[in-house]
């Protein structure tokens, strides 16, 4: 899924994946991934790095993180990828405050009609998720593992959900 965001292009706020091996003796996969020196959005918000300078700095910096990572989700939504679990520790930073949205953890190719992405619900973090998402997400952890793959894909999610985990990390 990250090579399918990384290629042909790259984004500057997706992590970039360079390189994937999968070791068949071991069944392990190894990732070669852009660096992101700087630590995860979380944490800025937590140390207050977000919120460094003067009012008028501080919202410059805001507006520029919240269309930098607008701009990566559309990335992936135009690949018809749903990233699922939006959220600040899944942003990760440069030194310089440069934010690339990672952890595809959960993420999801769909399918794209009418200009909107959908794709089967694999996971999320509740807090960020969107009421469509939580509709979906608790049922579905109540009902047989044999049953639930079915019951998410008749019910797909859509990159409003993702838009609406932006919102909640905004």
């Not at 997706?14 to 999968?22: E, G, N, Q, S, T």
């Not at 207050?48 to 993180?65: F, K, M, N, S």
Request: net charge negative; with cysteine; glycine share 8%.
């Amino acid at each position: 899924l990250m090579l399918t965001a990384s290629h042909p292009h790259s984004h500057p706020n997706v992590l970039r994946a360079d390189f994937v091996w999968y070791e068949q003796r071991t069944h392990e996969m190894f990732f070669l991934l852009e660096l992101a020196d700087g630590g995860d959005l979380q944490t800025w918000m937590d140390d207050e790095r977000l919120y460094a300078g003067t009012d008028a700095e501080q919202e410059e910096r805001l507006v520029l993180i919240v269309h930098q990572l607008t701009c990566g989700l559309r990335h992936y939504h135009l690949r018809a990828i749903l990233h699922g679990d939006f959220k600040p520790d899944n942003v990760l930073m440069t030194r310089t405050g440069v934010p690339m949205i990672g952890d595809l953890g959960v993420g999801n190719v769909g399918t794209m009609a009418d200009g909107k992405v959908k794709a089967m619900l694999r996971g999320g973090t509740p807090v960020y998720a969107s009421p469509n998402v939580r509709k979906l997400f608790f049922p579905a952890k109540a009902l047989p593992v044999a049953k639930r793959k079915d019951f998410l894909q008749q019910h797909p999610i859509t990159h409003l959900d993702d838009f609406f985990a932006l919102g909640a990390t905004i």
